[in-house]
């Protein structure tokens, strides 16, 4: 999961922009268009050559004047298509759907949101073996507070070393996640820490990676999804498996402001 932002100017004039999952920026000029036999909806087209022209990313997204949110035509089954060629394990062709919604500052920066990181299963290889993540320590509703127009998380915490040779990860941010808000954009983007706790020849040994994240917050949204949270984005992690390391993969997993009543 991405995002996507756009800004309607004079004259029907639009701006796309943002990154892809798997961190892909995208950028582009377009113009809101009325069809007439389509409702009060207006379309703004988005096209995008990606991986030196030999993929790309596009689709339709539909304006509704009531909530001013972004959305595909999904009664229609028209969703975004995302194409990136490939031979091996890196090449993709998906359908995307939009869960667009608006970025209203004001309101958006006076509300309460918990952080938090989806779960994920990219293991770290090392010389004879694999380890799993150490999935406690992921952020997970880490408060967030606002003041003015930051948003700031709370304080981080590292990982203590246990007298038994293990680590505790209990503390709220043992991630040692950050956050910085572009309050005019609200496009948020940060990094917090993987670890990985594995043994060889009765050592332990803690790896720790760390990961960048980015997104939008949008918290004024279509109906159709009113559940979801505010803010939506995504992580990269990358992916050292060695059959895959001359792709340089990264996998991508999805973190979310999720707004607190």
């Known amino acids: 999961m991405g995002y996507l932002t756009v800004t309607v100017g004079n004259k029907g004039s639009a701006k796309i922009a943002g990154m892809l999952a798997d961190g892909t920026r995208v950028m582009q000029s377009s113009k809101l268009i009325l069809f007439g036999a389509c409702g009060p909806e207006a379309c703004v087209p988005f096209f995008a050559p990606l991986y030196t022209k030999k993929g790309w990313a596009g689709g339709l997204l539909w304006i509704d004047p009531a909530s001013r949110a972004a959305v595909t035509d999904r009664d229609l089954d028209w969703f975004i298509r995302w194409e990136k060629p490939g031979k091996g394990v890196d090449g993709f062709s998906v359908l995307l759907d939009a869960c667009g919604g608006l970025y209203n500052?004001?309101?958006?920066?006076?509300?309460?949101?918990?952080f938090s990181a989806e779960t994920n299963d990219v293991a770290y290889h090392y010389t004879g073996g694999a380890a799993s993540i150490q999935s406690e320590a992921l952020p997970h509703a880490i408060n967030v507070t606002a003041n003015g127009t930051r948003l700031t998380l709370a304080r981080g915490t590292r990982p203590a070393h246990l007298?038994?040779?293990?680590?505790?990860?209990?503390?709220?941010?043992?991630?040692?996640?950050?956050?910085?808000?572009?309050?005019?954009?609200?496009?948020?983007?940060?990094?917090?820490?993987?670890?990985?706790?594995?043994?060889?020849?009765?050592?332990?040994?803690?790896?720790?990676?760390?990961?960048?994240?980015?997104?939008?917050?949008?918290?004024?949204?279509?109906?159709?999804?009113?559940?979801q949270p505010a803010g939506q984005g995504y992580y990269l992690v990358p992916d050292n498996t060695p059959a895959f390391l001359r792709y340089g993969l990264k996998r991508s997993y999805r973190i979310e402001l999720d707004d607190v009543p």
């Not at 500052?105 to 918990?114: G, R, S």
């Open 105 to 114: 500052t004001i309101p958006a920066l006076e509300a309460h949101y918990l």
């Open 163 to 227: 007298v038994n040779g293990a680590y505790d990860y209990s503390a709220e941010n043992s991630s040692l996640a950050t956050l910085l808000l572009t309050a005019r954009t609200g496009i948020f983007r940060g990094r917090f820490n993987l670890y990985y706790d594995y043994t060889v020849a009765g050592r332990l040994y803690h790896k720790t990676v760390r990961v960048p994240y980015a997104g939008v917050l949008t918290p004024v949204r279509s109906g159709i999804f009113a559940d």
